[in-house]
């Protein structure tokens, strides 16, 4: 197969700065040289390799969209750039970094005080400490406003009781930001997992995202102190606003994974010979091909307008529900006519469409259902509200 060097049919890279590109050639050597060696063995055991997690901290991966405490200060683009590269790999690496960034570190950065943003970031960027996001429970999935997950105050802090389900990282995680009813208010709490009552289960027998490790949290009776409160939360809105930033990352990082799918198809199908000639000749692959690239040249543009808006100003969480569900399933499809292309090839995990195509299947549920995101986006045409 020929080594991959993008797949941008519209010319996208004349639209990124040098700054941009430069960001996205590094991860992409990373990517090359070290990520993708261990996604097999890791995928195959079902575990997530911590071994590299120092080094992507070195290379600045971790809260790289935020600005100060030793975090890299990328733009919008940049960051959406990383994603990408990262998913091109396998949807692990992309949701290792996006939980640890857009999820736990924002969740600090924007609703935590000065003294909790100097304690956790440094070393989170770094990778020292590891974050996990506490937000959907096994009863409350797309309507998280239900959680029953509560924390009640004590004379020197909180005792939460609860339980959250699907969370990334938090087997490994050393802090959760858990969500938890504070009276009737959805509040942010900064729960260390080595606390008395702090319990964790992985999930073991998944199908999908095996290179990620995800984990019920169990809290029971756990005390905190005052300062676990991140102050500035106030409503499930500062969860939701967390969301958007993964959900961003996702916009992004779908489109690697695509791409893989899509450079995969491309090379087998040259290579391939059926009937005394290659597969890639037969006008029904070429189709395939075109709606492939045409689809995965749609997300791409997608994604750089989101991040235009966002370094705007201007990006409104109904433009990342358009873009989280349409790029997923665009990735999707492109993932399974890729695995499709490659005939019995493509079943084994020696090439690399059916694991995309299987973490994608989470990816298009997670953090936001097609259905939620195609309601949230009607009731911003509308005006109407047909979720609840
Ligand atoms: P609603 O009344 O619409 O909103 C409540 C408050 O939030 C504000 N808001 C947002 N703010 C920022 N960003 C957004 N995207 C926002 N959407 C809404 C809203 O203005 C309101 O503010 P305020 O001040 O008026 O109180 O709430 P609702 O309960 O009716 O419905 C919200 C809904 C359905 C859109 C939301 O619940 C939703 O997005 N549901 C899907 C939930 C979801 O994505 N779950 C997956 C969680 S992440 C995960 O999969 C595991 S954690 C990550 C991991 O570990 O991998």
């Known amino acids: 197969m020929q080594p991959y060097r993008g797949i941008d049919l519209l010319d996208i890279e004349s639209q990124l700065t040098d700054d941009e590109r430069q ?23 079902g575990t997530f390799p911590l071994e590299l997690v120092p080094r992507m901290g070195e290379l600045g991966l971790f809260g790289a969209h935020l600005e100060g405490y030793s975090c890299a200060g990328l733009g919008p683009v940049a960051y ?35 003294e909790h943003r100097e304690r956790y970031l440094p070393d989170m960027a770094a990778g020292r400490v590891l974050g996990a996001f506490g937000l959907t429970e096994a009863d409350h999935g797309s309507d998280p406003a239900g959680m029953e997950t509560h924390a009640v105050e004590t004379s020197d802090g909180f005792t939460l009781n609860g339980g959250k389900m699907w969370i990334t990282n938090a087997g490994i995680a050393d802090v959760v930001v858990v969500w938890a009813k504070l009276g009737d208010a959805i509040r942010g709490f900064l729960v260390d997992t080595t606390l008395p009552g702090v319990r964790r289960e992985d999930i073991h027998n998944k199908l999908s995202m095996r290179m990620s490790v995800t984990s019920a949290l169990l809290l029971e009776d756990v005390r905190v102190g005052e300062d676990a409160l991140l102050p500035g939360t106030r409503g499930l809105g500062s969860a939701l606003a967390c969301l958007n930033a993964a959900r961003y990352s996702i916009v992004w990082g779908v489109c690697g994974a695509a791409a893989d799918c899509l450079h995969t198809a491309i090379e087998y199908t040259k290579e391939r010979e059926q ?45 990342v529900s358009m873009a989280k569900y349409s790029n997923t399933l665009a990735a999707l499809e492109i993932a399974r006519t890729s695995r499709d292309l490659l005939g019995a090839a493509g079943i084994t995990d020696d090439l690399p469409p059916m694991r995309h195509a299987m973490n994608l299947e989470t990816v298009h549920t997670y953090e936001g259902t097609q259905h939620m995101h195609q309601l949230i986006l009607g009731r911003h045409l509308t005006g109407i509200n047909a979720i609840s």
């Open 23 to 45: 960001v996205r050639d590094t991860v992409r050597d990373f990517v090359e040289a070290e990520a993708m060696p261990a996604v097999v063995p890791h995928f195959r055991e």
């Open 80 to 114: 959406g750039l990383v994603m990408q590269e990262l998913e091109r790999a396998d949807s692990g690496y992309r949701s290792f970094a996006s939980v640890q960034s857009s999820l736990a570190m924002t969740a600090i950065y924007e609703f935590g005080t000065e």
């Open 275 to 319: 009937f005394g000639r290659p597969l890639a000749s037969f006008q029904l692959v070429q189709q395939k091909l075109a709606d492939m690239a045409t689809s995965l040249s749609k997300a791409q543009l997608l994604a750089l307008q989101l991040g235009r808006l966002k370094g705007a100003s201007t990006l409104h969480w109904s433009h």
